[in-house]
């Protein structure tokens, strides 16, 4: 399916990061309207949520060869307390036990400790075959300072 013309030799960065609005790409990166990155928000900046966006990207050759894909959790966020049966269950209530059905199974991406979200996040895309020769780098964002710290780095 890749169209040629579409893929960009020089790469691309593709930062998947939580939705929190604490959580800002945009201006830890520095970008502004030249700027040739694409951030893609996910509850907790999960790459499970993330992947067929990802997939999409990688389809149509906007990643390149080149390539950087940058995962970024952060501290504080609302997955580190979350627990996946307490998610189901509140969706749960709010529709009839057929409907909950649908929920059996959904990964909402729970966690504990946000720089083992990353590894873990960088692992399923480092052992993915559609993100070859792609470097994949991981980072936590400390909310209080806005720092970023580096927790999985180039190979």
């Given at each position: ?34 700027s040739k990155a694409t951030v893609v928000r996910t509850a907790g900046g999960r790459v499970h949520a993330a992947m067929s966006t990802l997939l999409v990207l990688s389809a ?96």
């Amino acid at each position: 399916m890749q169209r040629k013309g579409r893929e960009r030799v020089d790469g691309t960065v593709i930062v998947v990061a939580c939705t929190d609005p604490r959580v800002t790409p945009e201006e830890f990166l520095g970008m502004d309207s030249s700027s040739k990155a694409t951030v893609v928000r996910t509850a907790g900046g999960r790459v499970h949520a993330a992947m067929s966006t990802l997939l999409v990207l990688s389809a149509v050759g906007n990643l390149g060869k080149k390539g950087v894909i940058m995962v970024v959790h952060h501290t504080d966020c609302g997955l580190q307390t979350a627990d996946e049966e307490a998610i189901r269950e509140a969706l749960r209530g709010g529709v009839d036990a057929e409907a909950g059905k649908i929920l059996d199974g959904v990964r909402f991406g729970a966690f504990v400790s946000p720089d083992e979200s990353v590894k873990e996040d960088v692992g399923i895309l480092k052992e993915s075959p559609f993100f070859k020769g792609m470097q994949i780098l991981g980072f936590v964002q400390d909310t209080e300072t806005g720092l970023l710290k580096e927790v999985v780095g180039a190979d």
